[in-house]
């Protein structure tokens, strides 16, 4: 049987972004300018309104990320990337790591392209900031929401 997943936007200048749940609990996160159907008529869960509004805040550059350890755990789908993950999620704002840097302290030296594979999967970017992990050299690689979107999330929190 299907679970019925439904959404509620975050309004940002970028566009809306989406935040999805279903009876288990909030199972994706899209970033602004996703592309989602009208929100149909549904009460909306005040995790998922919370995490609405702080998303909000974000993205107008008056908010921190929030902490969500509970979407790390739902997000990692092995323990290697589970782990990735809460790496990833340590990332100070403003800062950030290279793939080869997370592969290591994932236990991992040479799996920066393993690294590469789950910051796609990512189902809960930018909670769980992908945005702030960079090639090797400083370059942005690819990111969901577009490598202009990446440049200017990481100029928003103050990287350089």
């Not at 350890?69 to 950030?96: F, K, M």
């Amino acid at each position: 049987m299907q679970r019925a997943v439904r959404s509620a936007p975050y309004p940002t200048e970028w566009g809306p972004g989406w935040v999805c749940w279903d009876p288990t609990g909030i199972v994706h996160i899209d970033l602004p300018g996703a592309v989602r159907p009208a929100a149909d008529n549904h009460t909306i869960p005040p995790e998922v309104s919370a995490l609405c509004a702080s998303l909000e805040a974000y993205f107008a550059g008056i908010g921190e990320l929030p902490a969500a350890p509970g979407l790390v755990a739902r997000a990692g789908t092995t323990p290697w990337r589970a782990a990735v993950y809460r790496i990833v999620s340590a990332i100070v704002t403003g800062t950030t790591m290279t793939y080869t840097e997370v592969a290591a302290a994932a236990a991992r030296p040479g799996a920066a392209r393993a690294v590469g594979a789950a910051m796609a999967a990512n189902p809960f970017a930018p909670v769980i900031p992908c945005h702030r992990v960079v090639g090797s050299d400083g370059s942005l690689r690819g990111y969901r929401g577009g490598v202009a979107m990446k440049q200017r999330l990481l100029a928003m929190e103050g990287s350089p």
